[in-house]
């Protein structure tokens, strides 16, 4: 019963392809190293915040607060910056908070049983007012330079969130091929109950999972604060949204069960390629809006019309 | 005291059974204590205000909680706002298309009611999830809004359309009419209409609603479609309020609708709640924005709105939690 799993993935690539082949015949500079690396800057938070959020909606849960939660670390490290304490331990502060904030998700979506979309919609709104009462909406900025590398600096001819970003997935897929736990992000996904009576520790693998992802929030809020110089509490407004994008788009199941971190990575890619060069060439924000739209609900529909008729959802 | 934990349970058991009343308990706990603090509270023009406030999103919660009551999801109400506002302003505005108010309203509805349907096509018939079809409807419908714009301000709204906004019917505020009436007809096709049952019962089991012969792809197609004319229904009352249509119009509007849905008990998996729970947990939402302001707490207060809306969710959440706890039998008919 070995299948091919990667019929999705074969969809993204030949779509990356006709972008990149438009790019080429429409405007060959968009597809130069530097400019291409000039462009990556603003994707770097997404693809981390989209490693956690797979591997959720791979056990057929979401996080819809990984923004507020963004917010709660970037006030947290600005305050407390402000207050005098050096900016490493803000960071590491800001990062405990995030990942703290995620493990209450876990708690509460494990604990009470009910639907990770309802629970994390209300800690969303919860984490951002918090944020927002706390800080008062003001902004905190001018941090040292030495932490404002951290989101602008180039490290090996990379910037550094690209590093951050290709070490965070090394781990999640080492986590996901090579640990049990990784397998039972799929089984679960695809029937928890059953995996509750095979013994599975569902609880514990979701409670990590959404303290995982509360980490990967704080990374990426850390990164966006330093590459904008400037913690305020609007932070990551409407991410969510966008990474959930990405992720469908990269193959992985919103009903749990099915997806790889490949797909994922794919899914970003064909995003940022597709913004950027809609971008680039016709300078309309607008029109981004659209393609990515019609992105998402065609890859989908790609996807049911190519894929075998193997899995019914 | 063995009379007063019985008392508890059994009023926790009717908490259960009927969400309506919690959240009831919940919003008129809220009003004396306000009231007690400021009196101003109860006042006739603050009360308006906060109908007013509430009556756009009452508007459409119908429609999305029907969505809701077959199991399926729509989050694309935000944008589609923003846009049916774009062509309101766009149709009407003498600088414009000039098209007479009555038509445009109606050129509005029927745009609604064509993106509902497109929505609902995809998700019966395409067989895609709504939460992905609707998600990229909010995205391309975001876009759009700012194609029908064209980046400006549509600010000359003829005074027929803004009398639509602002103006009164016997001292009643016209948008609050639209949406009393809007809310009794929901009710009515749900509890009394052939329909409203099918959409129950799709919403509770789709296979044995297939069985008992029910067409359950139509049924989804049209609560997407009523949604979408609904959500026509509320820009035309709500969006000449402003002097001003701009593309930020309706943004954030999709999550406060869903919370509502939710908090006013009905169920995300589909098949349970009532129009009076939606309804109920819509005037509680609304008015948590403004009772910070009636507690005096001070300029400063404000800011922490966002997160008492979001503690009110988790509040309701954990409230069915304790309810499921205490009694044995699933409150409200289960799944």
Redesign the interface.
């Known amino acids: 019963m070995k299948r091919f799993r990667f019929w999705h993935e074969c969809v993204l690539v030949v779509l990356i392809a006709m972008v990149i082949a438009l790019a080429q015949a429409l405007d060959p500079l968009f597809l130069k190293g530097e400019v291409q690396r000039e462009l990556s800057t603003h994707i770097w938070e997404i693809a981390i915040l989209s490693i956690p959020m797979a591997l959720i909606i791979i056990t057929a849960g979401i996080d819809l607060s990984i923004g507020g939660i963004m917010a709660m670390c970037a006030i947290t490290v600005g305050l407390s910056f402000q207050s005098g304490i050096p900016t490493g331990i803000a960071a590491v502060m800001g990062l405990i908070v995030a990942t703290l904030c995620g493990a209450f998700n876990g708690l509460?979506v494990t604990r009470?049983?009910?639907?990770p979309?309802?629970?994390t919609?209300?800690?969303?709104?919860?984490?951002?007012?918090?944020a927002?009462?706390i800080s008062?909406?003001k902004p905190v900025s001018s941090f040292p330079e030495s932490f404002t590398w951290i989101g602008q600096g180039v490290w090996m001819g990379l910037p550094v969130p690209a590093w951050v970003f290709l070490g965070l997935l090394l781990l999640s897929v080492l986590f996901l091929e090579l640990t049990p736990w990784g397998k039972y992000c799929h089984a679960v996904g695809s029937n928890d109950e059953a995996c509750r009576f095979s013994g599975v520790g569902v609880d514990r693998l979701l409670l990590g999972l959404y303290t995982f992802s509360g980490f990967c929030a704080g990374i990426a809020a850390l990164l966006f604060v330093a590459r904008r110089n400037t913690a305020k509490a609007d932070i990551g407004m409407g991410i969510e949204?966008l990474v959930?994008?990405a992720v469908?788009i990269g193959g992985v199941s919103?009903?749990g069960g099915r997806g790889h971190l490949m797909g994922t990575v794919l899914g970003v890619f064909l995003i940022h390629e597709t913004r950027e060069f809609v971008s680039w060439r016709w300078n309309r924000?607008?029109?981004?809006?659209?393609?990515?739209?019609?992105?998402?609900?065609s890859s989908?529909?790609l996807h049911?019309w190519l894929t075998p008729k193997s899995t019914s959802r | 005291m063995n009379g007063g934990e019985g008392k508890l349970s059994s009023y926790l058991k009717l908490l259960g059974r009927h969400r309506t009343y919690g959240v009831l308990t919940l919003m008129l706990l809220t009003v004396v204590s306000v009231s007690l603090v400021n009196p101003q509270f109860l006042d006739l023009t603050n009360l308006r205000d906060l109908l007013v406030q509430a009556a756009p999103v009452a508007i459409i919660a119908c429609g999305v909680m029907m969505v809701v009551l077959t199991g399926e999801i729509d989050i694309s109400v935000g944008s589609m706002m923003g846009i049916l506002a774009a062509c309101l302003g766009v149709f009407s505005s003498s600088s414009d298309l000039g098209w007479p108010v009555p038509v445009a309203a109606l050129a509005v509805v029927g745009i609604g009611a064509v993106i509902g349907l497109l929505n609902g096509i995809m998700v019966a018939y395409g067989k895609v999830p709504s939460i992905i079809v609707t998600l990229g409807m909010l995205t391309a419908l975001k876009g759009g809004t700012e194609l029908v714009l064209g980046g400006e301000w549509v600010t000359d709204l003829p005074d027929g359309l803004r009398y639509l906004g602002t103006g009164t019917w016997g001292g009643v505020p016209i948008c609050v009419c639209v949406a009393v009436a809007v809310i009794a007809v929901t009710m009515v096709l749900l509890a009394r209409t052939p329909l409203g049952r099918r959409i129950y019962a799709v919403g509770s089991n789709d296979e044995a609603a297939v069985c008992a012969g029910i067409n359950v792809r139509r049924i989804k197609g049209f609560t997407f479609l009523f949604t979408g004319a609904l959500v026509g229904v509320a820009v035309i009352v709500s969006a000449p309020q402003l002097s001003v249509i701009d593309s930020g119009f309706g943004s954030g509007v999709e999550l406060l609708v869903v919370t509502c849905v939710v908090v006013g008990g009905v169920a995300i998996s589909g098949g349970v709640g009532t129009v009076a729970g939606v309804v109920t947990a819509t005037l509680l939402i609304t008015m948590i924005s403004t009772v910070l302001i009636f507690l005096r707490l001070g300029e400063n207060a404000t800011y922490w709105s966002r997160a008492i809306q979001g503690l009110f969710i988790l509040g309701a959440v954990l409230l069915d939690h304790v309810v499921r706890q205490s009694s044995p039998l699933p409150g409200g008919g289960g799944h």
């Open positions: 509460v009470v049983k009910v639907h979309l309802i629970v919609l209300a800690t969303m709104a919860a984490f951002r007012g918090a927002e009462g008062q909406a949204l959930i994008t469908v919103i009903f924000d607008e029109l981004n809006f659209i393609v990515i739209g019609l992105l998402l609900i989908v529909l049911r």
